[in-house]
Each structure stands twice: as structure tokens, then as C-alpha cells.
């Protein structure tokens, strides 16, 4: 039985540096109304983050509580905060990220007015160097970026998700749709993920109310090791291959045919492009060529690698 309102959640892993900026930017919220606790899960660091959140001086106010998980993965760090939360909703930020002061208290707003089973909010890209111009708008959502507008409204479609960067539920709808997939999302330096889209969609499907909350605003800050293509091109050959590995089951390791003319097709947009536009203008379409470079890895090695 939860005894506060909310919980807040943080997940991190041998970011002792981005943690210790997120961590004095959180000191900025606005304090809700209601009862909360802020809820740091260390996923087996093994920098300075234990040393760091012992130090911490925390603000008089707020109920900490720190717990370790020593299974690596960002699904397994998500589903300990699921655990150990004793709030009702269970809000989620990362450690990379500044929370607009008014984020929280924006959520309880929405929970007072809707009474939600799940909500998200926007996210903006906060650039920590400069951007290069091959980094288009359109790849910003690969960053984290996520805006489905300015006005609140509830979000049905399985093609709307939203990000574990800036998301709550209700820790009860846990029982009917379960946890995090811990086959998927980032492990250690892995650049996978879909845990939290995956979530996402089981909310969707079950019939519970996901609200979108504009207003309740997080930065996701981009450090320089991101603004790189092979950032991008190495997130869409993982995201191939664990989609080919569940789609291939049991079944034959020869791929399907027409996985081969998809990759051609791929590999000739990427000329074309390059062409038209030189190589600032080809990121895009080389994502879909890693994306089935993966699928076709992913379909004959049928197992999934760290």
C-alpha cells in the first residue's frame, strides 16, 4: 500500500558528473503540494556516483532514499524503482537532464484535474557543444527531443510515445501490464533502448489514460559523445537486430528475401541524397541501411549480444 503521492525516480550509471549538475538543478523545483520522495537507483556504478550521492548534501525538505541494483540495465535500474517506490505515481527523469522548475508541480496539477493512469511531458534538446550540420531537426527525437504540441490532451495512438526521460504512472497499473522488458533498453555503454516505448504501448493497449503534459518540461542535456554519426548509426543497427531476434523466434536463421532488396533500396537512397545534397544530408537514410544491416545480423546469429 503507497503511503505518499508521488514518487520520483532517478536511474543512473557511471554519470557522476552529469548526476552532480541534474542533482543541483533539481534543488530549483517548485515543491508540490502533496507528499513525495526522490528516489535515486544506482545501477552498479562503478565511478565516483556511490561517493557522490553519500556526500550530497540534500535539501532539508525532501525525503531521499538511495538503493543499489547490480543487475546492469536501465530496464533493471526502472524496475527496482518500481520496487521500492511508496508513492502512487511513479515519476521518471534521467541524470543528464534539467527539470524546468515548475515540472513537478505541473504533474500534480494534471493529477488533481485528470486523474491519470500514465502522463509525459515535453522534452527539449540542450546542446552542451556545438551542433554540427549534418544534425538535422529531424534526428532530434533520437536525442530524447519529444513535443506532440502545446495543448494538453490524451494520447491513444501506439505511435505517441512517451520517454522514461520525462514519464509517470500510476504504480498500480504495473499489476495489469507488468514491468520494464529487461531484454531491452541500455546496458552499460550499449546504445539500445525501447524499454519505455514498449511500456508505452502495453499501457495503450490495456486501456488506460496517458496524458500529454506540455507544460511539465525537462532539457535533456547532449554531451559531445552523442553528436556523432556513428552515435546514430550504432542505435539503429542495435534497434534491427533485437527487432529481427524477436521477429525470427525459433524459426529459420536464412532471412526472409525481401529483407535483402529493403537493404539495396537503402543503400541506393543513400546515394541518391549524397548527390542532391553532399554527405550533411545523408545521416537519415544511412540509419535505415544500419537499421537492416542489423535486422539481417539479427535474424542469423538469432541470439542478442550486450
Known amino acids: 500500500m503507497t503511503s505518499l503521492a508521488y514518487t520520483v525516480a532517478l536511474c543512473t550509471h557511471n554519470h557522476a558528473e552529469q548526476l552532480k549538475r541534474t ?11 502533496n507528499s513525495w520522495e526522490f528516489l535515486v537507483v544506482d545501477n552498479a556504478s562503478s565511478d565516483i556516483t556511490p561517493w557522490l550521492l553519500e556526500q550530497q548534501n540534500w535539501p532539508s525538505a525532501w525525503q531521499v532514499r538511495i538503493v543499489r541494483e547490480d543487475k546492469l540495465g536501465v530496464a533493471h535500474a526502472r524496475n527496482r524503482a518500481v520496487q521500492e517506490a511508496q508513492g502512487e505515481y511513479l515519476i521518471f527523469l534521467d541524470d543528464d537532464e534539467t527539470p524546468d522548475a515548475d515540472w513537478l508541480v505541473t504533474y500534480e496539477f494534471l493529477i488533481q484535474e485528470r486523474r491519470p493512469d500514465a502522463f509525459g511531458g515535453r522534452i527539449e534538446v540542450m546542446f552542451e557543444s556545438e551542433r554540427p550540420p549534418w544534425l538535422t531537426d529531424e534526428l532530434l527525437g533520437f536525442l530524447g527531443h519529444l513535443d506532440y504540441g502545446s495543448q494538453p490532451l490524451p494520447l491513444t495512438a501506439l505511435n ?27 546496458r552499460g555503454n550499449a546504445n539500445n533502448g525501447g ?3 514498449d511500456f508505452y504501448r502495453r499501457l495503450v493497449v490495456s486501456g488506460f489514460t496517458v496524458w500529454w503534459a506540455p507544460e511539465a518540461l525537462i532539457y535533456h542535456r547532449i554531451q559531445a559523445t552523442k553528436i556523432k554519426r556513428s552515435y546514430f548509426l550504432d542505435l539503429h543497427y542495435r534497434q534491427g537486430r533485437m527487432e529481427a531476434i524477436r521477429r525470427r523466434g525459433s524459426g529459420s536463421r536464412i532471412p526472409p528475401k525481401y529483407l535483402y532488396g529493403q537493404l539495396l533500396r537503402a543503400v541506393g537512397a543513400v546515394w541518391r541524397d549524397f548527390r542532391a545534397g553532399g554527405r550533411n544530408a545523408t545521416l537519415r537514410k544511412e540509419m535505415n541501411v544500419a537499421y537492416f544491416v542489423g535486422y539481417l545480423s539479427g535474424w542469423m546469429r538469432g541470439v542478442s549480444a550486450p
Open 23 to 33: 542533482l543541483a538543478d533539481m534543488t530549483r523545483l517548485h515543491m508540490p503540494q
Open 160 to 186: 505517441t510515445p512517451c520517454y522514461t526521460g520525462n514519464f509517470g504512472f500510476r504504480l498500480s497499473t504495473c499489476q495489469a501490464v507488468g514491468v520494464f522488458d529487461t531484454q531491452l533498453g541500455r
Open 195 to 197: 524499454e519505455d516505448v
